[in-house]
């Protein structure tokens, strides 16, 4: 039988641009929070050695391109050579969406590959292998309210923010973050915005918008995608208490201080926008909620 995973999204709930990187990255500050949206990942060893792939539902690549298939070529070719995985992967976090899906399902094959081999690997081992998959990578093996500075991939958890229902938006297009990243002007370094600090500092916070975190990758993402400025504006007018692109986009996620306002945000969408009710996860509400083989977390 074989063992099924639940790989979460993420959002951003803030994200800084400080500098740019000799090797062309950008030096950034981020706050990453897990949300309840996810992929499914079901793994179990595999007769001889490699890997297979098969993407039943969602839409993803089945070959080497798919950072899944990465993550476990990673861990067999130096901890396994001689054996293999098959892998089936679930998707429903939207594709080229700034939710890290690609990046989260890395992570989860990168812990479970090891666990249903048996394989010993050291945690700073999963964490350099993590880091050469994606920016975004070292984040997932972390989980929960958590800073992400350098590249975005050196992590620092923090205490969680209470846990809060938040409005995905998936506009229906797909966004390069190379591209993104590219058409960034020259940086601009500030402080962090004193909602965070005082986070930082140990304030409890009740509500995302009282962070006053903001994102540097919205101004060129709205300005080359007319319907991302469609679905942010549309957030704007329904009352939400926060809009915010989360990383390159193109997801705009928004707060409600009423459920309810959250609930008839539809009609102000394009059609083509696609509406997710989820709720933020405590990196313990994660690792309670990871196996989906077993009966825990099945209200997700
Ligand atoms: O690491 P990842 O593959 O997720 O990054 C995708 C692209 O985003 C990189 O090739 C780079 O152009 C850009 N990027 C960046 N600075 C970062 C993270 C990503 O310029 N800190």
């Not at 400080?18 to 949206?37: A, N, W």
């Not at 942010?232 to 996620?253: D, H, I, Q």
């Not at 933020?280 to 509400?285: E, F, I, K, L, Q």
Request: glycine residues 10%; charged residues 20%; proline residues 6%.
């Amino acid at each position: 039988m074989p063992e099924t995973y639940r790989s979460f999204a993420k959002i951003n709930l803030h994200l800084q641009i400080d500098g740019r990187l000799p090797d062309g990255y950008h030096q950034l500050r981020t706050l990453f929070q897990t949300v309840s949206l996810h992929d499914l990942i079901s793994i179990e060893p595999r007769a001889g050695s490699g890997i297979e792939l098969r993407v039943p539902e969602g839409g993803a690549p089945e070959d080497a391109s798919n950072l899944a298939y990465r993550a476990a070529k990673a861990i067999l070719d130096r901890w396994a050579p001689d054996q293999g995985v098959s892998i089936e992967l679930r998707k429903r976090i939207p594709a080229g969406g700034g939710l890290g899906g690609g990046s989260s399902n890395a992570a989860t094959v990168l812990q479970a590959v090891p666990e249903i081999l048996g394989l010993e690997v050291a945690a700073e081992d999963l964490r350099s292998v993590a880091r050469a998959l994606g920016a975004d990578v070292p984040y997932f093996l972390v989980g929960g309210t958590a800073l992400g500075v350098g590249r975005g991939d050196e992590i620092i958890p923090l205490s969680e923010l209470a846990e809060q229902e938040v409005l995905l938006v998936d506009p229906g297009v797909s966004v390069s973050t190379a591209e993104v990243f590219a058409a960034l002007g020259p940086p601009r370094p500030r402080p962090l915005p004193a909602g965070i600090v005082d986070f930082l500092a140990g304030a409890a916070v009740r509500d995302i918008a009282a962070l006053d975190a903001f994102n540097d990758l919205e101004r060129p993402v709205l300005d080359r995608f007319p319907r991302v400025r469609s679905v942010y504006n549309a957030l704007r007018r329904a009352g939400a208490s926060c809009v915010r692109l989360s990383g390159s986009g193109a997801t705009v996620f928004a707060c409600f201080a009423d459920s309810r306002q959250g609930g008839e945000v539809e009609a102000y969408l394009p059609s083509e926008a696609k509406v997710y009710a989820v709720r933020t996860m405590s990196r313990a509400a994660v690792r309670a909620a990871r196996s989906a083989s077993d009966s825990e977390g099945n209200g997700l």
